[in-house]
């Protein structure tokens, strides 16, 4: 009976999390669109705000579940960034803006970073050689 309990105030902290989530992400978007408007010298009603803040969220709801299923696909348990690059194919100066970004960063990364990378990749590969996943 306690553990029902537990289960159910865990369920609602994450309900509570993901929906102060979920606000902010709104607020963050209406403000963008505002000052997007606002340089451009528009004037967008509240509403159309409310619409744009919502297909963004939904967008990134939609976005956060293929990037979880290319990690999946792949093997690995987290996101990187090829993950990110491979969600953007359909756009192709998105696409080429994040590999741009993702060379910049690897080319910031010291040295000793990458080695070592390299390095547990290469044990990564040489575990996922052994690893037999059954098949429900």
């Known amino acids: 009976m306690a553990s029902d309990v537990e289960r159910v105030e865990e369920e609602e902290e994450e309900e509570s999390a993901s929906e ?3 606000d902010r992400f709104r607020l963050c978007t209406i403000s963008l669109a505002q000052a997007q408007a606002k340089q451009n010298g528009m004037d967008v009603s509240q509403p159309i705000m ?3 803040s919502d297909l963004a969220f939904k967008y990134a709801q939609q976005l956060a579940k293929d990037l979880e299923l ?7 348990k987290s996101v990187n960034m090829e993950d990110v690059i491979l969600s953007a194919h359909r ?5 080429a803006s994040l590999r741009s970004l993702c060379n910049d960063l690897k080319a910031k990364e010291p040295q000793s970073d990458r080695k070592r990378k390299k390095n547990s990749k290469k044990e ?11 098949d429900p």
């Open 50 to 52: 409310t619409c744009i």
């Open 70 to 76: 290319f990690a999946q696909h792949a093997g690995r």
């Open 20 to 22: 102060l989530l979920r």
């Open 124 to 134: 990564d590969k040489s575990a996922a050689d052994v690893l037999h996943i059954a």
């Open 91 to 95: 756009n192709e100066h998105l696409s």
